[in-house]
């Protein structure tokens, strides 16, 4: 388990599963609806649902954590991000997977990031179409359903003998990458899905490795970095060193890195 290293960390879990749930409910009667999507100057596609559960998050976090700041992706997609940020901040993705939103596939969620010097110390991840969300509490990670009042712990599995080992990856991903993939981390299997419910997936013990080499933003991952430590995995750049967020000098990019279980 991770010590908490403030009354703030060791509270914020539940608020932000809390939060996440709201949005969630903001987003999901707009799912499979049609809406109008746009694209943002990154190519990438926005729509109303994204709008709505970021005003609604942004004011819920300013309520509860008055003072810190925010990075959020939509408000990032058309103001820019800071050239600096604090030391505590939150992350922020009112909808990760969109592509998947607009599809009408069911892999995408609300991702909410406390990150405190460099390191994720408190998340939640909600799924609309499911009813699900994963939160960090007191260095534990839990999962819950959004109208139960008290979360189950969720615990990686150890890598597995027999079935092989499954491994979560991107819809886009090629054969020949696959293949590569399988040689160089030791799986055998693998399932395509959006989002950070990949990293929640290989939290509570259903996958067990996402390996990421491509480009992603600090608050597509951030959240489900939170649940899958508290669980007892990982996450790290691919040469085992630790995953920092705050990198406001590179836009808050992420490089490529790799997601464990046990």
Not at 115 to 136: K, L, Q, S
Not at 146 to 157: K, T
Request: net charge negative; hydrophobic share 40%; with cysteine.
């Amino acid at each position: 388990m991770r010590p908490t290293s403030s009354k703030t960390t060791s509270l914020a879990g539940p608020t932000l599963a809390k939060i996440a749930v709201e949005a969630a409910r903001v987003i999901l009667p707009l799912w499979r609806t049609g809406l109008a999507v746009h694209t943002k100057t990154d190519r990438s596609p926005v729509t109303e649902a994204d709008r709505l559960a970021e005003v609604l998050i942004l004011e819920r976090l300013s309520q509860a954590f008055p003072n810190v700041p925010v990075i959020s992706e939509e408000d990032a997609s058309e103001f820019g991000t800071p050239e600096a940020i604090a030391s505590r901040f939150f992350l922020v993705d009112p909808l990760d997977g969109t592509k998947a939103f607009v599809r009408g596939d069911p892999n995408f969620t609300v991702n909410i990031a406390l990150i405190e010097d460099g390191r994720p110390v408190a998340g939640a991840v909600a799924a609309p179409p499911t009813g699900e969300v994963w939160y960090t509490q007191q260095g534990e990670a839990l999962k819950r359903g959004f109208d139960e009042q008290g979360g189950l712990l969720v615990h990686v599995r150890p890598w597995p003998g027999e079935p092989a080992a499954l491994a979560l990856i991107s819809h886009t991903m090629s054969s020949d990458t696959l293949d590569a993939l399988k040689r160089d981390y030791g799986f055998e299997r693998s399932q395509p899905l959006d989002s950070s419910i990949k990293l929640c997936r290989i939290a509570e013990g259903a996958a067990d490795i996402y390996p990421r080499h491509g480009p992603t933003m600090e608050w597509d991952i951030a959240a489900g970095h939170a649940v899958l430590e508290a669980a007892g995995g990982r996450l790290t750049t691919l040469d085992g060193r630790p995953f920092d967020y705050g990198k406001a000098g590179d836009g808050f990019r992420n490089g490529w890195f790799v997601a464990r279980g046990a």
